[in-house]
């Protein structure tokens, strides 16, 4: 990898970091800390997801006019986080969220474009990869951290950790401008654009890509979302869970992320990818079934042991789902258009991080057996329609690229 490249992997674990200490409680803060209601947090969430579907189409047309890097840059001013800690009306943090969101909305094409520029097209399944560990290194670190500081007895506590995640994304800027530095033009670099080419029209016509978006929104909503916005309030609220082992739910996450998803990505190489988003599929069902048992028969330490299970399955997912829909959105993109396509696969993402919390917050209250059973239903349904996609497939992206000598076993069929 470039030397850029781990620079640029480096600040993001800082700003992971920062992202762990917030997003796996800040159901459990509106709720249980400021008082409101379940519906109306998951909602508050929504909101933040929401508005980065509609910012980031925004940040991919800025990325393509620009550069990734001053785009990436400007997207991390957006410090709003810290502003949930004086937030105390339902209003005020619906206010909030809808301005971070901007912020994460044009980040996530940014990065992913920044990163997809740096590196050859054999070695974008390694460097997303890599983004993907160092992005869950931080985020489970800094879930444990928030773990064990967060307390709902003490509202400080909560609001101590929304300031240190905005300190995160100042140390990111300095890492961008002080140690990356901008992209020089090509090779290795960021090219220089004269001219934009391409609209947004003319991605959304091309129908192999929105059947990925599709295959992808789908599986984030109903799986990678409800694992990690709607286990942790279904936990501590339905199978008294405390927060401590909350924050090892992460850290298992993570420790298996570290551990896992490079060799993961190798283990990809010369293989059929819809194959292996299948295989993500079915894990993922399992494990939100696995995650109805546990908290319905069991409570606490029990139960928590349980879910830790589909702890274990929803981050072997991650790490080929890591691997695999990033750099085939960059295989399919025109080198003109990537900051477009890039946005409309951060869209495909954060979809589920939208609806999940909106929908779920409510289905809880009415159906908490019924809320895991369909979520399961909808990841197996994924995976089965899978298949349509792949006839669509240019036959040049059907299969993890083999970096030049590298050794990968191949199937055949």
Not at 4 to 9: D, F, Y
Not at 359 to 367: E, K, N, P
Request: aromatic share 8%; glycine share 10%.
């Amino acid at each position: 990898m470039p030397a850029q490249v781990w620079r640029l992997e480096c600040g993001g674990l800082v700003n992971a970091i920062g992202g762990g200490f917030v997003l796996p409680f800040a159901l459990i803060y509106f709720h249980d800390v400021r008082g409101f209601s379940l519906g109306a947090s998951g909602l508050m969430l929504a909101t933040l997801s929401a508005v980065q579907v509609v910012a980031a189409p925004a940040g991919g047309a800025l990325v393509d006019r620009f550069s990734a890097w001053s785009v990436l840059i400007a997207s991390l001013l957006a410090i709003a986080y810290a502003l949930f800690a004086v937030a105390r009306a339902p209003w005020q943090a619906f206010a909030v969220a809808a301005l971070a969101g901007v912020g994460n909305g044009i980040f996530n094409p940014a990065q992913s474009s920044l990163l997809g520029l740096l590196v050859a097209p054999e070695q974008r399944h390694i460097a997303f990869s890599l983004q993907r560990t160092m992005t869950n290194l931080g985020f489970g670190v800094g879930g444990l951290i928030g773990g064990v500081v967060a307390t709902t007895s003490s509202p400080a506590t909560f609001e101590a950790l929304f300031v240190a995640n905005a300190i995160s994304y100042m140390l990111f800027i300095v890492v961008l401008i002080v140690f990356v530095g901008r992209p020089a033009v090509r090779d290795g670099g960021e090219p220089a654009r004269a001219a934009v080419g391409g609209r947004y029209a003319a991605v959304l016509r091309d129908r192999a890509f929105m059947g990925l978006l599709a295959l992808n929104a789908t599986l984030c909503t109903f799986g990678f979302a409800m694992f990690q916005e709607i286990v942790p309030i279904y936990a501590k609220d339905f199978a008294r869970v405390s927060e401590s082992e909350i924050g090892a739910f992460f850290l298992v996450n993570t420790a298996l992320i570290v551990v896992l998803q490079l060799p993961t990505a190798r283990a990809l190489e010369g293989r059929r990818r819809i194959r292996a988003i299948q295989l993500v599929a079915a894990g993922w069902a399992v494990g939100l079934l696995i995650v109805l048992i546990g908290g319905n028969a069991l409570t606490g330490t029990a139960a928590a042991a349980v879910i830790a299970i589909a702890v274990v399955l929803w981050s072997a997912g991650e790490c080929i789902q890591g691997a695999l829909i990033n750099p085939m959105a960059v295989d399919l993109a025109p080198e003109a258009m990537l900051g477009r396509y890039l946005a409309l696969a951060s869209v495909s993402w954060q979809i589920g991080f939208a609806a999940a919390p909106a929908l779920s917050g409510f289905a809880l209250r009415a159906s908490p057996t019924a809320t895991w059973l369909v979520a399961a239903a909808m990841c197996a349904l994924a995976g089965t329609a899978a298949s349509l996609l792949e006839r669509r497939l240019p036959a040049a992206t059907r299969r993890t690229p083999v970096p030049p000598g590298a050794l990968a076993a191949t199937e055949t069929g």
